[in-house]
Nanobody
Framework: QLQLVESGGGLVQPGGSLSLSCAASGFSLDRYTIGWFRQAPGKEREGVICISDTSTYYEDSVKGRFTAFRDAAKNTVHLQMSGLKPGDTAVYYC?????????????????????????WGQGTQVTVSS
């Protein structure tokens, strides 16, 4: 079955750390840009991290606190979060965006156009509260 399966998440106190994982099943993540998104109650989904082949974009609110990286051997992308704040409370999703072929070359796309993501994880809750 072709899918992304997320794990991790939970309840943590402000200032604490938490790790999330996004594992691919049935396909290889190295042919995809991976995005991490989050949706807080009553708010729209927002993109926080976008991982291409050679670069990783971090949204300003998480820069310096969140680190995302690929684990090719496990076909997984990890998200390590530290210095967590109550404002980080949300359901976190990973998404896979397929390579774009143009002019005979393949490019890793950005994560802006969420409608182009082929796969989405099921979401995992992160709650930051004392």
């Amino acid at each position: 079955q072709l899918q992304l399966v997320e794990s991790g998440g939970g309840l943590v106190q402000p200032g604490g750390s938490l790790s999330l994982s996004c594992a691919a099943s049935g396909f290889s993540l190295d042919r995809y840009t991976i995005g991490w998104f989050r949706q807080a109650p009553g708010k729209e989904r927002e993109g926080v991290i976008c991982i291409s082949d050679t670069s990783t974009y971090y949204e300003d609110s998480v820069k310096g606190r969140f680190t995302a990286f690929r684990d090719a051997a496990k076909n997984t992308v990890h998200l390590q979060m530290s210095g967590l704040k109550p404002g980080d409370t949300a359901v976190y999703y990973c998404a896979a965006f397929p390579l774009v072929s143009t002019g005979g070359r393949d490019y890793y796309p950005r994560c802006d156009r969420t409608e182009t993501a082929t796969y989405w994880g099921q979401g995992t809750q992160v709650t930051v509260s004392s």
